[in-house]
């Protein structure tokens, strides 16, 4: 059993930067692939990155690849999303989620998921 906790969403402008976190409890967060979903008011549940358990391959969504960075510090137990150079149309409930296999770009492959951290960009 996992369990996930998102935080750093926040309003910010556009062109700005935000860092999300997910922390993650258990001693075994090191077999899971992460991710991270987004999903705005009316629109269905999207990816947006995803990592491999030892961090050693990343992956994106073309909206944002070049401008977001997903990491993960296995050590910690934390997995990151950096996001620079944001846009309105950024603006979303970023979820967390992991999955004990590799990586999948389809949300209904992930086991376990956070609360969500709302991140809202304005123009």
């Known amino acids: 059993q996992v369990q996930l906790v998102e935080s750093g969403g926040e309003l910010v402008q556009a062109g700005g930067s935000l860092r999300l976190s997910c922390a993650a409890s258990?001693?075994?967060?090191?077999?899971?692939?992460m991710g991270w979903f987004r999903q705005a008011p009316g629109k269905e549940r999207e990816f947006v990155a995803a990592?491999?358990?030892?961090?050693?391959?990343?992956y994106y969504a073309d909206s944002v690849k070049g401008r977001f960075t997903i990491s993960r510090d296995n050590t910690k137990n934390t997995m990151y999303l950096i996001m620079n150079s944001l846009k309105p149309e950024d603006t979303a409930v970023y979820y967390c989620?992991?999955?004990?296999?590799?990586?999948?770009?389809?949300?209904?492959?992930?086991?376990?998921w956070g609360q969500g951290t709302q991140v809202t960009v304005s123009s």
């Open positions: 258990g001693r075994t967060f090191s077999i899971y692939a």
């Open positions: 989620t992991a999955r004990r296999a590799v990586v999948s770009y389809e949300y209904t492959r992930y086991d376990y």
């Open positions: 990592i491999s358990s030892g961090g050693g391959s990343t």
